[in-house]
């Protein structure tokens, strides 16, 4: 006599267990992105926080840089290190993105360029061009903006066209990138396609709400960190000027814009405000604050980081 089959039920995780075990997935490379962005005094960037923010920016490149199906082409401009990023399989090759990294003006490598430089260039299937811009506080401003601007003229004689390149950037990335737009206009220059700002840093007053509202809720920045970075970039200088805070550049005439945010994170007016003064100034801007996540969350191996480079994609095909 056949004996009857036991049927086993299939027990799927709760959203919270589901939760629960994405935190833990995701504990070191929080731990390491805090590292990067923690500064122990308020007024001043020493040599162990500058070593502590570039030890954890290259270990958080080793970690999740996802180069798979991409080239990596690395080469100096008259000094300057640069690489490309490219689709090993077909790409658009008539237009480039132009990729600034954040780190406060004070950290950054092009190892750790390659986790967003690599996931643009999957989602929006173009070359993408990164820079290792001069660090403060051994170069201060305006040293970085130079930089782009060589990284910028270089696009140009290599046959691109502005309306064939986006600039992106994250966090201080996204303030170099909205500083060259500014720079760019101001000197009467065709400017680029779109802006592509993550988490970007536009205020640096530091004059918005979210500053204190969301000191407690932020699992990356500090306000000591920001003033840190600040004052090892502009020190003396006065911090309202466009070129330092883009948040109060004359926006006439910029691009169409993306702002991604999370909702948790201290920069949160600095997004907000942009593109208030964005659609004040008749510029088509989207922006898209992500529920509970944090500063520059789209560099994460989690699925609402892929959404949100997703979402990028879809900008970019509306926008051209």
């Known amino acids: 006599m056949e004996e009857p089959r036991i049927r086993k039920k299939l027990i799927r995780p709760t959203a919270e267990q589901r939760q629960d075990?994405?935190?833990r997935r995701l504990?070191?490379?929080l731990r390491a992105l805090r590292a990067i962005h923690t500064a122990a005094t308020p007024?001043?960037?020493d040599v162990e926080d500058l070593e502590k923010q570039r030890?954890?920016?290259e270990l958080l490149g080793r970690l999740i840089a996802p180069m798979a199906g991409m080239s990596w082409e690395p080469f100096s401009l008259d000094g300057m290190s640069c690489a490309w990023v490219r689709p090993q399989r077909g790409y658009d090759r008539r237009?480039?993105?132009l990729y600034c990294h954040g780190g406060g003006y004070t950290s950054g490598t092009l190892g750790y360029s390659r986790i967003l430089s690599s996931k643009l260039a999957h989602v929006i299937g173009w070359e993408v061009l990164s820079f290792e811009y001069r660090l403060a506080p051994e170069h201060p401003y305006p040293a970085a903006?130079?930089?782009a601007m060589r990284a910028w003229d270089y696009l140009m004689y290599q046959g691109y066209g502005a309306r064939d390149v986006v600039v992106a950037g994250d966090s201080a990335g996204?303030?170099?990138a909205l500083v060259l737009t500014h720079l760019l206009k101001q000197a009467g220059r065709r400017l680029p396609r779109a802006l592509i700002l993550l988490s970007p840093w536009t205020d640096m007053t530091a004059s918005g709400k979210s500053y204190q509202e969301r000191a407690e809720l932020d699992p990356v920045l500090t306000n000591n960190y920001i003033t840190a970075v600040r004052d090892a970039y502009a020190r003396g200088r006065d911090w309202s000027d466009p070129c330092l805070s883009p948040l109060f550049a004359d926006l006439a005439g910029f691009p169409p814009t993306l702002i991604q945010a999370g909702s948790n994170e201290i920069l949160l007016s600095d997004s907000v405000?942009?593109?208030?003064r964005l659609v004040q100034a008749a510029v088509p801007c989207r922006l898209e604050v992500w529920k509970e996540l944090w500063h520059v969350f789209q560099m994460f191996p989690m699925r609402k980081a892929a959404e949100a480079m997703e979402s990028i994609g879809r900008f970019l095909l509306e926008t051209l």
Do not use: H, I, S
């Open 21 to 23: 075990e994405e935190k």
């Open 27 to 29: 504990d070191p490379f």
């Open 43 to 45: 007024e001043t960037m």
């Open 55 to 57: 030890r954890g920016q």
């Open 95 to 97: 237009r480039a993105v």
């Open 145 to 147: 903006v130079e930089d």
């Open 174 to 176: 996204g303030n170099l």
């Open 273 to 276: 405000r942009l593109r208030d």
